[in-house]
């Protein structure tokens, strides 16, 4: 299908690797999207070699993720300069200047191509092999310009620059949007990311693959889903020293998983009923009581309320709390109350007559658009998007349980809170089942981890791409090993990156209210945006 195009080809574990020239990039993923069905940008990692420049392109399906392509670029490390996917994926405009921002490779008719985490004054690009750690920066604080002023015609109509953010309640952490009002109305919205840039990725290749890694997970997205980015680093480690978990430390994973996601759901529903109708004194400290029932819980088993460091690769450090009957009853109890808890919710939520008009039609996101951008978890799922990595591409227990993967029609702001919604009643179900497997399982026969050696080296340049389903959507990572037992390149593919870049789709022809709608109902948590 390629033909000439494929100068070689590369196997990494996930997926087969085709090397392409920097010239034909974008015909070669248009072709790999309309011809063979690869409407899935996951993510785009870009590294410096000592003789080149690479991007790899990691392509997936979203109506099956498990049929996986990547598209290797490498380039000239005096000219690092390939063609931009922009045009076929609107997904890579943000991948493609994390690349250029980080690592330095230049994308040829990129719409935009500036920094997007580093501010612009920044000199030199830290992931490249010639960067100087030791020269001074001068970051100036640059004026705001409208970026509509230039192009606006029409004499009658009233531009205004409007700054929300970056310390602003609405925002949900340090996030900057910059916002061009037309009248009353948005007309141009603008993210600007990178105010918690932590350099997670980096700290990763500096840690060893046994120990020094899996604490860092948890500080992604630290609000709320700690166990589900554990899982992401144990699950691509796992594949990529092949390690073997048992299967009662994937009960024990899958059920601690899914309390995660509910305690994650829960905190997007209380902040965004916020948002919406500054519903403090009940909604949110609602969801906040029962989201401290789940942090208990997640205490009782792993010792921590935030940042757990409970897995490990091969399973998890330590057997469920004792008494076993004790904890089994403090889950059992929570879950009979959630029937009548959500019934709850949903009398003050979606039969609120303000909720509905505030929330119903606005922030609209297409099916198509969804993919696009890239978008995955209940983003997606509430643009009627059927896709769930715990069915799709099965890990964990998920696939010896019984449970459904929930989508909305709707499309808009109360599709995506529906979705969350209804995500808990079947993180229950998921959970309930573990409960019963975890009571019954044979006392010989619970083992918590594998036989895993102290000192994990994979054979060098092994490169393998993984991902789970997180509360926010598809949580990937990247590893390519160098031999020894730290990883060469550790690249994380965030689901909030993704969604949050929708927020220019959404908001567009909106009011200020309903911006602030649409950047709830998209559940960012910025700590993972920025990395």
């Not at 993210?191 to 500096?206: S, V």
């Not at 010792?303 to 904890?327: C, I, K, S, T």
């Not at 505030?358 to 890239?374: C, F, M, N, S």
Request: charged share 30%.
């Amino acid at each position: 299908m390629l033909g000439e195009r494929v100068l070689g080809r590369e196997s990494h574990l996930n997926a087969e690797g085709f090397v392409v020239r920097p010239d034909e990039v974008e015909e070669t993923l248009e072709i790999l999207r309309n011809e063979a069905g690869f409407d899935h940008l996951s993510m785009l990692t870009a590294q410096d070699y000592p003789d080149r420049y690479e991007s790899i392109y990691h392509l997936k399906k979203y109506d099956d993720p498990t049929q996986e392509v990547s598209v290797v670029v490498p380039t000239d490390p005096e000219n690092p300069t390939s063609e931009s996917a922009a045009s076929v994926y609107k997904t890579a405009e943000w991948h493609e200047r994390e690349a250029y921002d980080l690592v330095g490779v230049e994308y040829e008719n990129h719409p935009d191509l500036r920094r997007i985490l580093l501010p612009e004054t920044w000199q030199g690009h830290p992931l490249s092999g010639d960067y100087d750690q030791d020269k001074p920066q001068l970051v100036t604080l640059q004026e705001h310009v409208n970026p509509l002023a230039e192009s606006q015609e029409d004499s009658e109509s009233d531009t205004m620059f409007l700054n929300i953010g970056p310390h602003h309640p609405a925002t949900h952490g340090v996030l900057h949007v910059k916002t061009v009002l037309d009248g009353e109305q948005v007309a141009d919205v603008e993210p600007d990311i990178g105010y918690l840039h932590r350099c997670e990725e980096q700290m990763c290749q500096n840690g060893t693959y046994r120990h020094q890694i899996m604490p860092y997970p948890d500080r992604w997205d630290y609000a709320s889903a700690g166990l589900l980015n554990e899982w992401a680093y144990a699950r691509v480690a796992e594949d990529l020293n092949d390690i073997e978990v048992p299967e009662y430390a994937q009960i024990i994973r899958t059920m601690s998983a899914e309390l995660c996601r509910i305690a994650s759901h829960m905190l997007a529903l209380g902040t965004f009923c916020l948002d919406i109708y500054g519903d403090f004194t009940a909604i949110f400290m609602y969801a906040m009581r029962d989201r401290e029932k789940v942090q208990n819980l997640l205490e009782d088993l792993t010792g921590q309320r935030m940042m757990f460091n409970y897995f490990r690769l091969g399973g998890v450090v330590w057997d469920l709390p004792e008494p076993r009957e004790e904890f089994f009853g403090k889950i059992r109890d929570f879950l009979d109350d959630l029937p009548e808890t959500l019934e709850e919710y949903h009398d003050l939520i979606t039969g609120n007559e303000i909720f509905q008009k505030r929330t119903i039609d606005t922030g609209v996101l297409t099916p198509e658009k969804a993919k696009q951008y890239g978008c995955t978890g209940p983003v997606a799922r509430g643009s009627g998007v059927d896709y769930d990595l715990r069915r799709d591409d099965p890990y964990g227990y998920y696939d010896e349980l019984d449970w459904d993967v929930v989508t909305e029609d709707g499309c808009d702001n109360f599709a995506r809170l529906l979705v969350r919604m209804r995500e808990v009643e079947e993180s229950a179900k998921i959970i309930s089942q573990c409960v019963d497997l975890l009571e019954d399982w044979p006392e010989d026969e619970r083992d918590i981890q594998a036989n895993v050696p102290r000192t994990l080296k994979p054979d060098p340049d092994t490169e393998v791409y993984r991902a789970v389903e997180g509360a926010k959507g598809e949580l990937g990572i990247y590893i390519r090993s160098d031999g020894t037992d730290k990883p060469g390149r550790f690249k994380i593919r965030s689901p909030c990156f993704n969604n949050l870049h929708s927020l220019e789709e959404m908001a567009e022809g909106e009011y200020v209210p309903d911006l602030v709608a649409a950047l709830g109902s998209l559940d960012v948590i910025l700590g993972e945006v920025d990395r």
